[in-house]
């Protein structure tokens, strides 16, 4: 979540706002987003405080609230006679209570500190033709969570809202038009909405709506454990991404959305070892690295035109991404890198993704470490903290161990090509080295700033021996 300038670098990278480098993928998986809702909702089991993130499950009646432009926050919220606002709604839903929203307009909401369960989450659904049109309420603790204490800001820019809560579920939203940035004088306001947006979460589930053209993102997390990201459109970002999660969230799955024509990154998910949350370090751990992610069946297409991967990951380990697919994005396909994260981005799986780039793009695939190769640290990722942050040191480990595997790795320039790594990232990283293989290609590679042949990528690396041409 943290604001970075956007550089453009030579056969590199491209740092966006919220902190990442820019680069692109595609293939198949077959289980569903509701069966992943399921298994996941189990995997770790909430501790910490009463606050929404806790273990207090906030009580609920297994009652459907209907919600309609034409109702009076008066009524009980009956398909006969419905709550007007949805904030109305998600201030009386409780565990195993569902909110539907008619077709017509409405102001954004928030569900705040709230708990459902696994076997009764909190369930937000809109109907075909709900639409958020404008910002919800001020939340009632907007998270304070960066050094400078700066994001208070005095609007509210968001859409849909989820903080400080688990086992909530957004299905079905139309959601448009949340502003950008916005001033008075030199004052900021604030830095642009999010279409929907999550904060120091678990078991989240953001499925089956359409997020575009919105102020600076379509859908955003920071500090959330095993969000579900599915089946979503995400479209249209004027300042930044199309999905974006950030900030030392684990486990998240972000599968078969539609994320086209935003101004950076189609999906970013950057660990931002920077920032710190009292809400998050309440039930999980703030180190600096996303574990465990899974990014697979997305269409990713014509992202970038600002800076900004396809599929751009700072500080992601031991994650898979699978089965995407990457058509004509400007900037990197897939970008696993460090700047902000407490490590590189290591140990990943990158398989079955079909990779086309734009004639103006960067490399398919890009491994590198932080810019300074020399140093022990990364800079970006060492900024002086709060006294009261306890964070981990940021060490400069480059992005290794990654295996690179059954690919279309296709690239329209006439530069850049199929795969590039850095020195600090071709290393081993400890019993684990670069992998890659059974891949389909271009002529084209690159180590640091050397451009190499197929032949010679094999010489140099001891890669792709199996790998071919494409036709």
């Given at each position: 979540?943290?604001k970075?300038?956007?550089?453009l670098?030579?056969l590199?990278l491209v740092?966006?706002a919220?902190?990442?480098?820019?680069?692109?993928?595609?293939?198949?998986?077959?289980?569903?987003?509701d069966?992943?809702?399921?298994a996941?909702?189990?995997s770790t089991?909430p501790t910490?405080t009463?606050t929404?993130?806790?273990t207090?499950v906030?009580p609920g009646?297994?009652?459907?609230y209907v919600?309609?432009?034409?109702?009076?926050?008066a009524?009980?919220?009956t398909a006969?006679?419905?709550?007007?606002?949805l904030?109305?709604?998600?201030d009386?839903a409780?565990?195993?209570?569902?909110?539907?929203?008619?077709?017509?307009e409405?102001a954004?909401f928030?569900v705040?500190d709230?708990n459902?369960t696994?076997?009764a989450?909190?369930?937000?659904?809109?109907?075909t033709?709900?639409?958020?049109?404008r910002?919800?309420?001020?939340a009632?603790?907007?998270?304070?969570?960066?050094?400078?204490?700066?994001?208070?800001?005095p609007?509210?820019?968001?859409g849909?809202?989820?903080?400080?809560?688990s086992?909530?579920?957004?299905?079905?939203?139309?959601?448009?038009?949340?502003?950008?940035?916005?001033r008075?004088g030199?004052?900021?306001?604030h830095?642009g909405?999010?279409?929907?947006r999550l904060?120091a979460?678990?078991?989240?589930?953001?499925?089956k709506?359409n997020?575009?053209?919105?102020g600076?993102w379509?859908?955003?997390?920071?500090?959330?454990?095993d969000?579900?990201?599915?089946e979503?459109?995400a479209a249209?970002?004027k300042l930044?991404?199309?999905?974006?999660?950030?900030?030392?969230?684990?486990?998240p799955i972000i599968?078969?959305n539609?994320v086209f024509g935003n101004?950076?990154s189609?999906?970013q998910?950057n660990?931002?070892?920077?920032?710190?949350?009292?809400e998050?370090?309440?039930?999980?751990m703030?180190d600096g690295?996303t574990t465990?992610?899974r990014?697979e069946?997305n269409e990713i297409?014509d992202n970038g035109r600002?800076g900004?991967?396809?599929?751009?990951?700072?500080g992601?380990?031991?994650?898979?991404?699978r089965?995407n697919?990457?058509?004509?994005?400007h900037a990197?396909?897939i970008a696993l890198?460090q700047?902000?994260?407490?490590?590189?981005s290591?140990?990943?799986?990158v398989?079955?993704?079909?990779i086309?780039?734009a004639?103006d793009?960067r490399w398919?695939?890009?491994?590198v470490g932080?810019?300074?190769i020399?140093g022990?640290?990364?800079?970006t990722?060492?900024?002086?903290p709060?006294?009261?942050?306890?964070?981990p040191?940021a060490n400069a480990t480059?992005?290794?161990?990654?295996t690179?595997t059954?690919n279309?790795?296709?690239?329209r320039?006439a530069t850049?090509?199929s795969?590039?790594?850095?020195?600090?990232s071709?290393?081993?990283?400890?019993a684990k080295?670069?992998?890659?293989?059974d891949n389909?290609?271009?002529?084209?590679?690159?180590?640091d700033?050397?451009?190499?042949?197929?032949?010679?990528?094999r010489t140099?690396?001891g890669?792709?021996?199996a790998?071919?041409?494409?036709?």
């Open positions: 979540m943290r970075s300038t956007l550089v670098l030579p590199a740092t966006c919220g902190g990442a480098l820019g680069i692109a993928c595609g293939s198949t998986s077959a289980t569903s987003i069966a992943d809702a399921s996941t909702a189990t089991s910490g009463t929404g993130t806790g207090t906030t009646k297994n009652t459907t919600v309609a432009p034409s109702g009076n926050d009524n009980p919220g006969e006679l419905p709550f007007a606002t904030q109305k709604a998600a009386v409780g565990a195993g209570d569902t909110v539907v929203a008619k077709p017509g409405y954004g928030n705040e709230k459902g696994a076997e989450p909190i369930v937000f659904r809109g109907e033709g709900a639409k958020v049109v910002p919800g309420p001020t009632k603790k907007p998270p304070v969570n960066t050094a400078s204490k700066s994001f208070d800001w609007r509210w820019p968001h849909i809202t989820v903080q400080r809560a086992y909530v579920v957004i299905e079905g939203f139309e959601v448009t038009g949340m502003p950008g940035e916005e008075e030199a004052k900021l306001l830095r909405g999010a279409g929907i904060e979460t678990r078991h989240v589930t953001v499925r709506n997020s575009h053209d919105n600076r379509a859908i955003f997390g920071g500090f959330c454990d969000a579900i990201v599915g979503n459109t249209g970002s930044e991404h199309g999905i974006y999660l950030s900030n030392s969230g684990d486990r599968r078969k539609k101004l950076a189609g999906i998910i660990a931002d070892n920077n920032f710190d949350s009292e998050y370090k309440a039930f999980a703030v690295v465990g992610a990014i069946e297409r600002g900004g991967a396809a599929i751009n990951l700072d992601v380990s031991d994650s898979t991404i089965g697919t990457l058509t004509n994005n990197t396909g890198f700047e902000n994260g407490a490590t590189g290591r140990n990943n799986t398989t079955e993704n079909t086309d780039m004639a793009a398919a695939i890009q491994m932080c810019q300074d020399s022990t640290t990364c800079t990722a060492s900024e002086p709060l006294v009261s942050w306890t964070r040191a480059g992005s290794t161990g990654n690179i059954k279309t790795l296709g690239n320039s850049s090509g795969i590039r790594i850095d020195a600090r071709l290393a081993t990283d400890g080295a670069f992998t890659s293989n389909v290609v271009v002529d084209r590679f690159g180590v700033a050397q451009t190499l042949t197929l032949a010679a990528w140099r690396t890669q792709d021996a790998s071919r041409l494409a036709p």
